[in-house]
């Protein structure tokens, strides 16, 4: 299941259209370990990837899962960002307290690299 923060979160979702990798892995996450709760899509004026159009970035929460961690490592091995860059990763475990999330970003030479 998906489900949106609230409703701001879900009207500035509408706004642009998504990177169809990252919506693939949305998906993944989706089915494999069955819950998404996305925290923050597009946001307009953004220098980096929630600003781009198609946007490429995504906030989802992580305190939901067991271990968030392992969740970032599985799709981390099966998706590479840039392979010119091979320090930035797909999914990033980030934030401080309550802010603590998994942010998720796709490249366009992100490639998935294994089943």
């Not at 500035?12 to 990798?21: I, K």
């Not at 923050?40 to 980096?48: A, P």
């Not at 930035?88 to 992100?110: C, D, S, W, Y």
Request: glycine share 6%; aromatic share 8%.
């Amino acid at each position: 299941m998906i489900i949106v923060k609230n409703s701001k979160i879900f009207l500035n979702l509408l706004l642009v259209s998504y990177d169809p990798l990252l919506i693939s892995i949305m998906k993944y996450i989706d089915k494999k370990y069955g819950k998404v709760v996305i925290t923050s899509g597009f946001r307009k004026g953004d220098k980096g990837v929630h600003g781009t159009i198609p946007c490429r970035g995504m906030d989802v929460r992580s305190h939901i899962y067991k271990n968030a961690k392992e969740i970032e490592e599985d799709i981390n091995s099966k998706w590479c960002y840039d392979s010119d860059r091979p320090e930035k990763q797909v999914a990033l475990i980030h934030g401080e307290g309550a802010n603590i999330h998994m942010h998720l970003q796709v490249h366009p030479n992100t490639i998935f690299v294994k089943d």
